[in-house]
């Protein structure tokens, strides 16, 4: 069972920022901006690249919830990320979308 699991689950504690029938939004744990929020689905989906036709409404629906998240938070630029891969940068194989904020960012990212 991966971390993020464990969190939906409540057997690890997590600072929950949202949360509702279809997902969870905590603080990460070592956040990289002054806003460092991850936004998960509660089904468990390793990875993007694992995602069905069927599942095209929920990940529009995490977005849409990062961005209600982000407007509570007055954040006007930020970026969303998302790691697919070994290779893309992905360590927790739950799929989840990164919300940074509260700083500039470059591009290319490294
Ligand atoms: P990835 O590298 O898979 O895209 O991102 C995983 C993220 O999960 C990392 O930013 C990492 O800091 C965060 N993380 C890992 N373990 C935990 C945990 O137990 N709790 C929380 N809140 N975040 C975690």
């Not at 057997?11 to 949360?19: D, F, N, S, T």
């Not at 629906?61 to 007055?74: S, Y």
């Amino acid at each position: 069972m991966t971390v993020f699991k464990k969190i939906i689950n409540r057997e690890l504690p997590a600072k929950i920022v949202y949360e509702d029938d279809k997902c969870l939004a905590f603080e990460d744990i070592n956040p990289v901006a002054p806003t460092h929020i991850l936004v998960i689905p509660k089904k468990e989906i390793p990875k993007l690249s694992d995602i069905e036709e069927s599942d095209k409404e929920l990940l529009g629906h995490l977005l849409w919830v990062i961005k209600k998240i982000a407007k509570e938070r007055g954040l006007e630029g930020y970026r969303v990320c998302l790691n697919v891969g070994k290779e893309g940068g992905q360590h927790i194989f739950h799929l989840h979308f990164h919300l940074i904020g509260g700083r500039p960012f470059e591009w290319p990212p490294g």
